[in-house]
């Protein structure tokens, strides 16, 4: 006959069963709890960091100017008779533009030549008077003093007429001058001067420009002034043409740099076809300073900014790393960036939003939608739910 269970026997078989069943839950919980770790990595999708040739540039500002501008003035004086051009009129060179006073410059002209005339004439008879003096004194007729005078005559006949020669080329000079002519190839850009004013030498007429070719004048920055030199290539907008580039070559370079703005003075040559371009307008773009420059970037979706910060996240094994970076231009729908990053390595471009530093992820394709973001959230919710 079995001895009977007493009460401290009884305790002992109840906890040595709880105690089985509680490892038993246990054991059967471990592939759960892990399984629900592994769901709990965050799916995200990832493009590699390519190194792209692009050409290593700065962005400048500037004005387009003539390559050669000029203020047409009088050169000699009297009422203006005929303007023969207004601004917008093109021009070539030698050109005339209007006429000052022509008519008494014509007769003072006229008169120079008379006078021209009369000093020839003169001279020719002293030459011949001198020529009988010097015959009379070798026959002794003529006096040593007769022929001191004669010789005296004809020279100063032949001063008079180097004199009027002068005064008849300064005559022809002025005449040429009351036809005001254009100095180059051109555009008038102003016409000051009108029909009935009197002017004076050196009274502005005209404001001539030509714009067949413009200078692009624009500052660069001290720090790249090892790199700028002659011939480099500069691309550049204006606001009447948008979307539209222009280009030139830098031809000059300012030897000093501005301690006010810490930046010197370049100029390119831009051949303005068609005459498209017009002086004085303002221009931005960029100048070239290397071509084909190895260039990290990464897809535009890569980049998250908030708070004036500019990150990406990096993964390296299944984990994420938040980097800073400083990016430059953006290219079909890429972006460049300068600081933070090299080629090979992976970012993430969807799935940022759940993201922090030290995280685990599961890469996706990238032809993955939102939708399994979303199930693996519930996923992961359950998941904490059961612990």
């Not at 060179?93 to 003072?108: K, P, R």
């Not at 009027?164 to 000079?173: P, W």
């Not at 002086?279 to 420059?293: Q, S, W």
């Not at 979706?301 to 004036?308: H, I, N, P």
Request: proline share 4%.
């Amino acid at each position: 006959m079995k001895a009977p269970l007493n009460h401290r026997s009884l305790a002992t078989a109840v906890c040595l069963c709880g105690w089985l069943a509680v490892g038993l839950t246990s054991c059967s919980r471990s592939p759960t709890a892990a399984k629900a770790r592994a769901d709990n990595a965050i799916p995200v999708t990832v493009a590699k960091v390519e190194a792209v040739p692009l050409d290593r540039t700065v962005s400048v500002i500037g004005t387009l100017f003539a390559k050669d501008q000029a203020t047409v003035g009088a050169q000699v004086e009297g009422q203006c008779e005929k303007t023969l051009v207004d601004f917008g009129d093109r021009l070539t060179t030698g050109q005339e533009m209007a006429l000052i006073d022509t008519t008494t410059y014509q007769a003072l002209a006229q008169q120079a030549a008379a006078n021209l005339a009369k000093a020839r004439a003169s001279a020719a008879n002293g030459g011949q008077n001198l020529k009988r003096t010097q015959d009379l004194a070798k026959e002794k007729i003529a006096s040593a003093s007769d022929l001191d005078k004669a010789v005296a005559d004809a020279e100063q006949a032949e001063a008079d007429v180097k004199a009027a020669e002068a005064a008849e080329a300064v005559a022809q000079l002025n005449l040429a001058h009351s036809r005001v002519k254009a100095p180059f190839d051109g555009a008038v850009a102003q016409r000051i001067v009108s029909k009935g004013d009197y002017a004076k030498a050196g009274s502005p007429l005209f404001e001539v420009v030509n714009d067949s070719v413009l200078k692009f004048i624009f500052q660069v920055p001290e720090r790249y002034a090892s790199f700028v030199q002659k011939e480099l290539r500069v691309r550049f907008n204006v606001d009447n043409y948008p979307g539209e580039t222009f280009g030139g070559g830098v031809y000059l370079i300012s030897p000093a740099v501005s301690t006010a703005s810490r930046a010197f003075n370049v100029g390119a040559l831009v051949t303005n076809t068609n005459f498209r371009l017009k002086a004085n307008t303002f221009a931005r773009g960029a100048l070239v300073l290397e071509r084909a420059v190895p260039t990290p970037m990464i897809p535009l979706e890569g980049v998250v900014s908030f708070a004036g910060v500019t990150k990406v996240f990096v993964v390296e094994g299944d984990t994420v790393h938040a980097r800073a970076v400083k990016v430059g231009r953006i290219q079909d729908r890429r972006q460049e960036v300068l600081e933070g990053l090299k080629a090979g390595e992976s970012v993430v471009v969807s799935g940022q939003s759940r993201l922090s530093e030290g995280l685990r992820v599961t890469i996706q394709s990238p032809q993955a939608t939102s939708a399994p973001d979303d199930s693996a959230s519930t996923a992961a919710a359950a998941a904490n739910e059961k612990r």
